[in-house]
């Protein structure tokens, strides 16, 4: 009981603070601050991802922070393309900064961490291993109304709500394609490249999952939306 008392005490007393000096908090620090692309990446940032994930307009509206030809976006209506996976607060991502081999469906806050991890994550990434940039992005997809592992039993994948992008390979702008079946285990810049990709994702994305997880994740990178912090 003293314990909670405790706790509810310090909670006061923080959103005291946050009230008080609201306007000398910045924006990546301020936890009911508007998302913004480009807004630094703090541990409040995944936190905000997952609130937009019943914030249509809020998450649409930090979608056009992006700037022009980062993120090319339609806004989908909430449908239900497969009985029992109805989807909601969607976009579908045409194209960024970087090509995909394929448009895809994705509940708004994986597309906004999309383009932030695409933004200052991957691209930093890139440039520092091999001084080029990502050109495109060769993906498995988002939507499959599946159980987990495609399983006939038990809870659905985040894929049943796109809330997952299953990412292959990159291609970068000088030619080079990696891809995680052929070049995780490289002990070269290939392989330091991808496991600080790996890395970098588990800033903003709630799961990130690869080769070192299990074999069924030995050829992509699951990026997921669910979670906070598993990172393998």
Known sequence: MRSLLVLMLLLGAAAWALWQYEDYIPRHWHPWAPLSVDDR????????????????????????????????????????PVQGCPLENVVRVHGSEVEFNASFVARCPLALAWVMYERQRLQPAAEAHFDTRVASIEHFGSFACRNVYGR???????????EALDVAAFHLEDGRRITLIHHWDDEGERGSFLREARDGACDLFGNVLGPEYNRAHADHFHFGMRGFRLCR
Do not use: I
């Not at 703090?42 to 993120?71: F, I, Q, Y």
């Not at 006939?152 to 796109?162: F, I, K, V």
């Open 152 to 162: 006939e039993s038990g809870r659905l994948s985040e894929h049943a709500t796109a």
């Open 41 to 80: 990446l703090t541990p409040v940032t995944k936190w905000k991802l997952h609130r937009l994930s019943d914030d249509r307009a809020g998450c649409l509206a930090a979608l056009e922070t992006a700037p022009e030809g980062a993120l090319r976006f339609t806004p989908l209506d909430d449908h239900e």
